[in-house]
């Protein structure tokens, strides 16, 4: 018997799923600004790794999104720091001062290192050059709580067009994909090999090469030996 | 005959100047003569002109138009920052609505509410959140589970219907 997962994913092999006819596109006015559904596989990992924290502090890097917020609250009890690092990038591209990125982030996050149990990484590494991404991925090391996880989803295709992508979060098997316009576009398509050097200090628990071309990659950060 | 009473004609209405209050505690009570309009029985609007500075607290619904700086303090009341309301304060209340601008932490025993163009920058506690698409957030959410907040207030258990929070805004 087929159960609802393998249904979900049967679907997202067929495609993008449709929302609605009204939530479909959010702005025909403004160009690449769309709205669609894709299956998720390593976002209920991601709310099991958590599931055992008490009052688990979570970072979200995306721009603030109300229902996810309320989605991460309601599932684990849990607190939210939202720090759009989409808003640094466009500030920097807007100052004419992205050879800068690399130096802000090392200083970026003010949480004690070791502090954090989960971190929603989402698409941001695509739009980060080498050493950009890389002096955000280390800040990011260093401020998760051994046995933390980070979920981060990268791009397996050139996206033309300038625009971030905010993740809404339908539920633990669903993710609403919805561009907005922003200043930077993606770079080059991060491989494999580069994604594991970038967080060379976690560990790669799952990895997922989704239909939307997305790959989602579960890190967990491995508890120091005794 | 029909002739208006000039008599009864309000006067022309004084020009509007900032109120700067000092910074000793401010009280909002149903009695009080100010703040400036009594909108309904049990809501009090702080206009936009007027600047408090220190501490505010009261037992009735509060609707702030103009600045606030220091602390609010509604526990079993709402809160609400209209679009021209720019408060820089820590906020404690029942609920927390916000269509203008906060700077400071925001902690509500119920809700917390942030309508589209309304800001807030500092951490928000609250049971339940709902951020709208086009609000500014800035902090972090603390939200605590319907377990938490039993043990936390064995007193005012939460009646069975409202014991799991309410859907939020969805595309938010």
Redesign the interface.
Known sequence: MADARSLTDLFGILGPRRVGET?SVVDTSVTHVTEVSYPTQALQKFLRCLHGAD?P?ILDLGP????N??FF??QL??????E?VAGDIDKHVKEGKLEQLPEFFTGRFTQEPGSVDGILCWDILDYLDRPAAQALATALCRLLKPEGCLLGLFSTADTPGQVYTKY?VVDESTLRYRTYPGLRQRQRSLLNGDIIKLFKDLRVTDSFLMKSKLREMLFRKPAPRA | MWKRDESVKPATPPAQTPVTTPSAPVAVAPAASEPRTQLGRDNVNIGKSVIIKGELSGSEDLTIEGHVEGRIDLKDNVLTIGPNGKIKAEIFAKAVVVLGEVTGNVTASEKVD?RDNGSVDGDIASP??????G???????????AG?KAQAKPAAPAAPGQSQ?QT?????
């Open positions: 939530a009052n502090l603030v999104v109300g229902s917020v309320t609250g309601e009890g849990c607190r939210i720091r939202v759009d809404v | 942030i339940r959140v709902a951020i709208a698409e609000a500014h957030f800035r902090g972090a959410v603390d939200m605590q589970r938490a929070p939020q805004k969805v595309g938010a």
